[in-house]
């Protein structure tokens, strides 16, 4: 059974902080998703990461992928207020099977 | 504006009570999929259907029945809930290419409370 560890479980900072956030396996994805879930609100994709050593940044935020594929970390950097909410990584995993999600991380940046 | 959308936004119904949870989306996505999710936690998986017919269900309770009238519509039809049945109920689609690890478009789910 394929697996996704996501640490920390709960953060809270201060703004301007910066964060990374892990989501660790001992399986090979194919691929891994980050989504982020703001309360009230369904989880948003906000990025896909497919190759082994792939870094995507999307504003302050930045992803990477494990050369292995295993695993991928979100660092935040200047966390501001409008980043609070759960963050979520899922896996890609075998053929004809769903995407598998990590238990995600609550994230609190306070002004 | 999400490209799912769901109905109705909040729910709070008795446990002998007959409800749906209506879903719809419009982006050709022939996959589509309900889950639960406990506050805090992530999506619990729930039902895939693809292209359709059901194609994966995670050992739901038969309280919970889903179905999917066209491609465009999913529906969740709840009866007999329990109080642990309480939480917020989404929907997602996504493209189907080797399988159902496509990016997933969710909607922003409906607030379930059962009394």
């Known amino acids: 059974t394929q697996l996704l560890e996501q640490s920390p479980q709960f953060l809270s900072i201060q703004e301007g902080e910066n964060l990374t956030v892990y989501c660790n396996s001992s399986s090979v994805f194919s691929s891994l998703q980050w989504y982020r879930q703001e309360p009230g609100e369904g989880p948003v994709l906000l990025v896909t990461v497919v190759t082994g050593g792939e870094v995507k940044k999307l504003k302050r935020l930045t992803f990477q992928f494990g050369d292995a594929r295993k695993d991928s970390s979100l660092h935040i950097t200047a966390a501001q207020p409008g980043d609070t909410g759960l963050y979520l990584c899922?896996?890609?995993?075998?053929?004809?099977?769903?995407?598998?999600f990590g238990k995600g991380t609550t994230l609190s940046v306070s002004s | 504006d999400t490209e799912v959308t769901q109905t109705p936004k909040h729910l709070v119904m008795g446990m002998t009570n007959k409800k749906s949870l209506k879903c719809e989306q419009h982006m050709g996505h022939r996959a589509m999929y309900w889950y639960k999710q406990k506050a805090k936690k992530p999506p619990e998986l729930m039902f895939v259907?693809?292209?359709?017919?059901?194609?994966i269900n995670e050992s739901v309770p038969s309280r919970f029945s889903p179905e999917c009238p066209n491609s465009s519509l999913l529906n969740l039809h709840l009866h007999a809930l329990q109080p642990e049945d309480s939480a917020l109920y989404l929907c997602?689609?996504?493209?189907?290419?080797?399988?159902?690890?496509?990016?997933?478009?969710f909607g922003d789910g409906t607030r379930l409370s059962i009394l």
């Open positions: 259907y693809s292209y359709e017919k059901l194609s």
């Open positions: 997602a689609s996504s493209q189907i290419l080797m399988g159902y690890n496509q990016p997933q478009h």
């Open positions: 899922a896996g890609a995993g075998q053929a004809g099977t769903a995407l598998i």
